[in-house]
């Protein structure tokens, strides 16, 4: 069989022939490198930013602004995609991620830093859930782990590329240069996705719960700002504290009120009556925390504990998610291969827990080889679970709920995230002494009493983490069931829960927006 009669075959259960999937899939990889890029780049090139404008007890808030932006606006993408289809959704998350890179280039100080994060968050929020839910409607759940090779492709080349990239224009340019090159891969995304991504020529009647939203949106931050200024910027007690904790709780129990009443949720929770479902979307949560938290301050601790340059410790960060994702390509063959997912849901924590530990014990005297070492192990932890919870929801709800199950995934990944670099902030800025947290200090240039200390209040986070990963291995063992994977997308499934019957076509639905 030629080239051009294999890329023009239509494998049993698939909507569409193999050479149209690609070119689909061509789209929905440069959308996904023009976040991953983010990510992996300023999470290397932070410290020195902050070196610069100051700040240091706001590091965390670059972080955790851009993923509340990304948090509250997950649900939103899936639902107004379902509405409208996901190509306009694709291009209105992009240009919003593009505008808040360019801001973030001009800022001025680290306030307006974090409040341009935000806007750059809200434009990635959609950029993830839209292309796993994609990825849903194309490949059958027996097929897809072989289909996160060229997912895992664009990780790959962030995870080397970002971290080198973010030092190096720290190093020998200005630090605005790590969002404006997003710009460039933004042009192209947007380029690709506009030639290959089919469009849908009507519009699906759809409640959407914008006052659920805000309510949510309101309550999270309102949770945050709690977690972040006790005990740092005011009291435990005090008003300030104390107010926006309570007003969290209100408003997160109002939101879980309204909710109740909306036609359409904006959170699907009726999915979580499903076991699997549940444990699952926990066990997300859990992954986000301990991934997140650690990628947020292993660079801090290379370039202040240890004592290098910005890229270098891009080298040493490389390895955690090199790691991951050629650890999460492999385990994706093996499952395609074996139909059996669970088993990645036990190894995977108990490695991501074994490297997490190694950090924590890391101290003044670690090489970095040493620390590459360490994130190296946790990588391949983190590679084993990457994408198989999301598998294991999908495979476990009716197709006419995949994209209410992959936007839950993606939430509780965000929330999670979000909670975990927020919670082990606090961790290390209740430990920081003055003499680090002082503005203008030079955190790659500390003295080594100054190193010293911020590695004895880095270590608590680490450990947290690790605590973190112990608690997704329960969980995975206790409630997490594997079903056997479905070859194609018309069968009935609900693991736990009565089948629901499918669409007639899934060729037919999804053909409806091309």
């Not at 240091?56 to 995609?81: E, R």
């Not at 694709?90 to 919003?96: K, S």
């Not at 950090?359 to 970095?368: A, E, I, N, P, Y």
């Not at 983190?382 to 992959?406: E, H, K, P």
Request: net charge positive.
């Amino acid at each position: 069989m030629t080239l051009r009669q294999r890329l023009a075959r239509t494998p049993p259960g698939y909507p569409f022939s193999i050479g149209r999937i690609l070119a689909i899939y061509s789209g929905l990889m440069v959308t996904l490198l023009l976040a991953a890029l983010d990510q992996t780049i300023v999470a290397t090139a932070l410290p020195k930013v902050v070196s610069e404008l100051g700040g240091i007890s706001q590091y965390t808030w670059v972080f955790t602004a851009y993923m509340l932006g990304s948090t509250v606006t997950v649900p939103l993408y899936g639902k107004l995609g379902d509405a409208h289809g996901r190509k306009p959704l694709f291009l209105v998350a992009i240009t919003i991620f593009l505008a808040g890179s360019a801001l973030c280039g001009a800022a001025q100080n680290m306030v307006q830093l974090v409040i341009f994060r935000a806007i750059q968050g809200v434009g990635a929020g959609g950029l993830f859930p839209l292309t796993l839910a994609m990825v849903g409607m194309l490949v059958p759940p027996r097929d897809r782990g072989r289909y996160q090779g060229l997912i895992g492709s664009v990780f790959a080349a962030a995870s080397i590329a970002g971290p080198l990239i973010g030092g190096f224009i720290v190093d020998n340019f200005s630090w605005r240069w790590i969002f404006y090159v997003n710009l460039p891969v933004g042009g192209l995304a947007m380029a690709v996705i506009l030639v290959t991504m089919p469009k849908r020529p009507y519009k699906q009647e759809h409640s959407i719960d914008w006052l659920g939203a805000g309510i949510l949106a309101l309550g999270t931050t309102s949770l945050l700002l709690g977690l972040v200024w006790g005990g740092r910027d005011y009291p435990w007690g005090s008003v300030q504290v104390v107010g926006t904790l309570v007003a969290a709780v209100v408003l997160l129990a109002v939101f879980g009120v309204v909710e109740r009443l909306v036609p359409e949720p904006i959170i699907p929770f009726e999915l979580l009556r499903n076991q699997t479902v549940a444990s699952s979307v926990a066990c997300m949560a859990l992954v986000g925390a301990a991934m997140f938290g650690t990628i947020s301050f292993v660079p801090l601790f290379v370039q202040g504990v240890i004592g290098t340059s910005a890229t270098s410790s891009g080298v040493v960060l490389t390895p955690l998610l090199l790691g991951a994702v050629t650890t999460s390509f492999l385990s994706g063959q093996l499952v395609s291969r074996t139909g059996r997912y669970r088993p990645n849901t036990l190894v995977g924590p108990l490695i991501l827990m074994a490297g997490l530990l190694l950090l924590w014990r890391m101290g003044v005297h670690t090489t970095s080889g040493e620390a590459a070492r360490n994130m190296v192990i946790a990588g391949v932890g983190l590679g084993l679970m990457m994408q198989i919870f999301v598998l294991s929801v999908q495979n476990s709800v009716s197709r006419r709920a995949m994209g209410s199950a992959t936007a839950l995934t993606q939430f509780s990944r965000s929330i999670g995230a979000t909670l975990g670099v927020t919670l082990m902030g606090v961790i290390v800025n209740q430990r920081l002494p003055a003499s680090v947290r002082a503005e203008g200090v030079a955190i790659h240039r500390l003295p080594e009493a100054g190193r010293a200390a911020l590695a004895s209040a880095l270590h608590p986070a680490f450990l947290a983490a690790a605590c973190l990963s112990a608690l997704v291995f329960v969980i995975s063992l206790l409630w997490v069931r594997e079903a056997p994977l479905r070859q194609g997308f018309e069968e009935d499934t609900v693991v736990g829960d009565e089948a629901s019957p499918q669409p007639a076509s899934p060729a037919k639905a999804l053909r409806s927006e091309t």
